[in-house]
């Protein structure tokens, strides 16, 4: 490189570096209470300097302004009747994050902590990954801060249909597509998708994804998510000559994204010895039981406690980020956001971790980010890596859209392929931007310039 080059480079990287902080800055005082959200703006905007150096044009047309700000956020009030016939009142939140790259698609989290930074945090999140799938899928997500915990089969409908009298307005299959996240199985999909039927007057199965599989649900969405980081985690190893075969697992969380990871990873030959849920973990030395563990968190709503019932040998700890200390190979967060801060983070170094794949959304604090980054441990960011679920969710739009349906197989390997195609364009991008091998820039870089294109194709709007 000529000193010239080597000095206009610098100059590019120092107004870039100067344009972020301005950007950045300007998200946090006005969103001076949303810490969810900002954390996740921060981990972006700390990756993009490289891109913005060598493409100013992005800076020029606003894309990072635009990108910050959520199309539309829609709050509203969600009145249902309990069992006892009091009335209670929930917020429903549905935020309408970027449409670059086609109708915003995003889950639903019904949980007690959901609040509007939450929501975007992970709407934001959305963009990146929906973008770095290949499928036509702008960003969003929704939910609400009603808690599902021990209501009843009847509690829960009447609260979807209340949900869904208001959220039916704003979605369609050409507009807004919800699925399900933390809370919302295909039960609750069902309950939501029979309501929007009702109040449209007529089937459009693209509405919802991670639907049953009567009515326009996709094979393998179930397993999607779980497999998908199996699959994006198994890339990771291969690169280093290493596999899941001998080595010891822990996955986090005992949901939707836990079980079906572990019975990859199981298959793979791995020996999952932990998991958890919202109370604590169990620690079981010969090797996690599934079934057992399906048979409680998948048809039964019990507490992941109730394992020792069955399997005496296994230990309970309360207190779930007590998992951690168990010692793994390979560490797979699948619970909730920053499950893993700096301390946790020392201690899974300290055990020799060799990889941690994020199932969850945002596990991991930046520090506990940054100290694994520096650490050379093979690290699997969410967007990459939990990437599977929405790109099926995006299958099961495609098939409902040509009223087809592929076999398990047929989506399994289309699932395995977007996975290893993920993986290929972050590292790809992490080289071409300067940071070989670190999946969190890469991913960051690859998901952003799809749809920075996108926008900046579309105009100003
Ligand atoms: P589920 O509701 O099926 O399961 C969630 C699991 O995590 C439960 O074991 C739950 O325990 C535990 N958990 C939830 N909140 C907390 C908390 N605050 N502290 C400790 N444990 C908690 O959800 P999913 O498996 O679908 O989702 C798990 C994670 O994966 C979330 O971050 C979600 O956003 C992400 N994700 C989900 C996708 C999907 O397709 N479902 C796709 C991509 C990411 P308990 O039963 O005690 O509440
Ligand atoms: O976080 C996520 O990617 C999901 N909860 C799945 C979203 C979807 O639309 O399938």
Redesign the pocket.
């Known amino acids: 490189m000529s000193t010239i080059e080597a000095t206009l480079k610098t100059d590019n990287q120092k107004i870039a570096n100067q344009y972020l902080e301005k950007v950045y800055n300007a998200t946090e005082q006005r969103n001076p209470h949303e810490p969810e959200f900002l954390q996740a703006v921060n981990e972006i905007v700390d990756s993009l300097a490289p891109v913005l150096a060598h493409h100013p044009q992005y800076m020029e047309s606003g894309i990072l302004e635009r990108l910050l700000e959520p199309e539309k956020v829609i709050s509203f009030r969600v009145p249902w009747v309990d069992d006892q016939g009091e009335i209670q009142v929930n917020r429903g939140y549905r935020v309408q994050f970027n449409s670059a790259l086609g109708p915003y698609k995003g889950?639903l989290?019904f949980?007690p902590?959901v609040n509007q930074s939450i929501v975007k945090f992970?709407g934001f999140e959305q963009i990146f990954k929906n973008s770095l799938t290949g499928q036509p899928i702008g960003g969003g997500k929704g939910g609400s801060d009603f808690n599902p915990k021990g209501k009843s089969d009847m509690e829960m409908m009447r609260f979807c249909q209340s949900f869904m009298t208001e959220l039916y307005k704003h979605i369609g299959p050409e507009t807004d597509v919800p699925a399900?996240?933390?809370?919302v199985?295909a039960k609750e999909i069902g309950y939501m998708f029979g309501q929007y039927k009702k109040l449209r007057g007529a089937f459009e199965a693209g509405v919802l994804t991670g639907k049953g599989l009567e009515y326009g649900g996709s094979l393998a969405r179930t397993e999607a998510?779980g497999y998908g980081l199996v699959y994006f985690v198994r890339e990771m190893l291969k690169d280093k000559g290493l596999d899941f075969k001998g080595h010891t697992v822990i996955v986090s969380?005992?949901?939707?994204?836990?079980i079906y990871a572990m019975e990859k990873a199981a298959e793979y030959g791995a020996k999952v010895v932990a998991c958890s849920?919202?109370?604590g973990c169990i620690y079981d030395e010969n090797g996690i039981d599934l079934d057992t563990v399906k048979e409680l968190k998948e048809t039964g709503d019990e507490r992941i406690s109730s394992y020792i019932d069955k399997h005496p040998n296994a230990q309970y700890l309360e207190d779930?980020s007590n998992i951690w200390s168990i010692p793994c190979d390979i560490a797979l967060p699948?619970?909730?956001?920053n499950?893993i801060d700096e301390e946790t983070a020392k201690t899974l170094l300290d055990n020799g971790v060799k990889a941690v794949g994020e199932?969850?959304?945002m596990p991991s604090t930046q520090e506990a980010l940054n100290l694994f980054v520096e650490n050379n441990v093979l690290y699997g960011p969410a967007k990459a890596a939990?990437a599977g679920?929405?790109a099926v969710s995006a299958l099961e739009m495609a098939q409902n859209g040509s009223k087809l349906m592929w076999t398990f197989d047929e989506v399994d390997e289309k699932l395995k392929g977007i996975m290893k195609n993920i993986y290929q364009n972050s590292m790809q991008a992490a080289s071409d931007y300067g940071s070989p091998g670190n999946l969190v820039v890469g991913a960051n870089i690859a998901g952003f310039l799809k749809v920075a294109d996108a926008m900046k194709a579309q105009g100003v709007i």
Not at 253 to 258: C, I, K, Q, T
Not at 334 to 337: E, K, L, N, Y
């Open positions: 889950g989290r949980h902590t992970l399900g996240d933390v809370g199985s998510t969380g005992s949901g939707n994204v836990s849920d919202s109370d779930c699948c619970a909730t956001q499950e199932g969850a959304n939990n679920g929405v």
